[in-house]
């Protein structure tokens, strides 16, 4: 049975989600492949192509997967080697994003990643990754003398065709790998012995993980009720091992004298009693307090690797769309949408928008740190924007935030997207009839439409959608601000 690098950092994660994909894969419950992970998978093509461009005449091998195929190229004259192939004795399987072949008969491996810093963190821990690649080739007999990640220099911004020697940084990272190789040898080993092992396991280790780490097996190991206590905002994986200890899965079987956040408890006592936990005075007191007109402000946004336009770096965000619903003191409500037609700076957008709401009034968002963090942005960009958009960022007003304390629905799942509340305040309103329901579609729909436009059949249609969806996120906060005053 193989175990590849992608399987190796499954089992560091679940190990009993990686035995049932291998020994059970008809049951494995495999989650929907994501846009947003369909697009970084792109991506990290993207930038391996880059990656390439440092190693001239180098012998691409990603055609053929066949670790005998690489064995006998590996004879031949070259330096350079894109994606070859090894396989251990045990079924270890390493495909090597660049691999030099050095005078002495050893080898460099270099790992290519499309983010901007080496990650050794649980998720995406790059140095296991490249432990992995070292570990299979060390078996195969090769010798391994230097190891190296390559990763998008942060600093870089795009002006006109790309060096990839100046997208690129490539780090050393042997002695940090050497460091940790012995451990994860055994991590492999002990991965390689459990996916082999006949036994079922009847429970996975994430049980005792937050919900975001969960994994995608989770409920096919784990018998889990409709509220349980992953769904307490903000708990801890400590506070999760305090509870299942104590034979705690439901939430409203959570003991009184658990200490518990604001948040928590709030959502405990709104399940008991089948009811919002609100506190209108609180509610009363921050909305009183907004200046009219209230601009109700929404961004979509579009994030690459490798930038796109001039004036971008690795991952930044190009702001290609805004929603505006403003509403006056009288009620008077009225609505302003920009939707770029081309990939470039948001200038334009800009002064439509400064156009449209002047430098008066309240801007209200969504989880505001993120449209504060574009305008940041868009500052440093465009200068000459910098008063108006100081002026928005020192006027807006988070509703999210009414959610946390003021307004707790067990209904919510824990969550305070807009996506969990609108649906509760506002059941007549909802994302799931529009083409377009939520940022990742929004942002990978309108990049095709300006990478690869030839993937749609009716262009007018599409932004057609987009709008329609940025628009809802707008008069969703309207109808959810509206049903605040009302309380």
């Known amino acids: 049975m193989q175990l590849t690098k992608t399987n190796f950092i499954q089992f560091l994660k679940c190990p009993e989600s990686l035995w049932l994909l291998k020994n059970k894969p008809q049951d494995y419950p495999h989650g929907e492949t994501s846009l947003f992970l369909e697009k970084l998978v792109q991506e990290g093509y993207e ?41 251990t004795s045990k079924g270890a399987l390493a495909i090597i994003d660049i691999l030099e072949k050095n005078d002495d008969g050893t080898y460099t491996i270099y790992e290519v990643k499309s983010s901007t810093s080496i990650h050794t963190d649980s998720k995406h821990n790059h140095l296991k990754d490249a432990c992995f690649q070292k570990y299979v080739m060390t078996e195969c007999g090769y010798t391994i003398d230097k190891v190296h990640i390559i990763y998008l220099n942060k600093e870089f911004v795009k002006n006109g065709d ?13 002695d940090k790998v050497n460091a940790i190789y012995s451990e994860t040898v055994n991590e492999i080993n002990g991965a390689l012995k459990f996916i082999n092992q006949a036994a079922q396991p009847t429970q996975c280790s994430c049980v005792k993980n937050t919900r975001s780490n969960h994994c995608d097996a989770f409920d096919y190991f784990n018998d889990i009720p409709e509220h349980s206590i992953y769904e307490l905002n903000g708990i801890r994986a400590k506070k999760i091992h305090e509870l299942t200890d104590l034979g705690v899965i439901d939430i ?13 408890r709030l959502q405990v006592d709104s399940l008991l009693g089948q009811a919002p936990m609100i506190n209108k005075i609180e509610i009363k007191n921050a909305l009183e307090n907004l200046e009219f007109p209230l601009h ?18 690795p991952h930044q965000h190009l702001t290609f769309q805004v929603s505006i619903h403003t509403m006056n003191k009288n009620g008077d409500i009225t609505h302003f949408e920009y939707l770029s037609e081309v990939m470039e700076l948001p200038v ?20 505001a740190a ?21 002026y928005i960022n020192n006027h807006m007003f988070d509703l999210e935030k009414l959610f946390f304390t003021s307004y707790v629905d067990y209904r919510f799942q824990g969550r305070t997207s807009i996506k969990y509340v609108l649906p509760i305040l506002e059941p007549k309103f909802s994302y799931s009839e529009l083409e377009i329901q939520n940022g990742t579609m929004a942002l990978d729909t309108w990049g095709r439409l300006m990478l690869q436009p030839q993937s749609f059949e009716d262009a007018a249609a599409v932004r057609k959608h987009l709008l329609e969806y940025c628009k809802l996120d707008t008069l969703a906060m309207v109808k959810i601000y509206q049903q605040l005053k009302n309380l």
Do not use: C
């Open 47 to 87: 930038v391996e192509e880059y990656a390439q461009q440092l190693f001239e005449g180098g012998l691409d091998l990603s055609g053929n997967k066949n670790a005998n195929y690489t064995s006998d190229k590996l004879k031949e004259e070259y330096q350079y080697f894109f994606q070859p192939t090894f396989v």
């Open 162 to 174: 790309i060096d990839p020697s100046e997208l690129l940084i490539v780090e050393d990272v042997t």
């Open 370 to 390: 993120f449209e504060t963090g574009r305008n940041n942005d868009m500052m440093r960009m465009h200068p000459e924007f910098q008063p108006y958009l100081n």
């Open 252 to 264: 409203k079987d959570v003991p009184s004298n658990v200490d518990l956040t604001e948040r928590q």
């Open 348 to 367: 334009k957008m800009l002064q439509q928008m400064q156009n449209f709401t002047g430098v008066e009034g309240t801007f209200i968002s969504w989880y």
């Open 296 to 313: 109700f402000i929404d961004y979509e946004t579009f994030p690459t690797a490798i930038p796109k336009v001039d004036g971008l770096s």
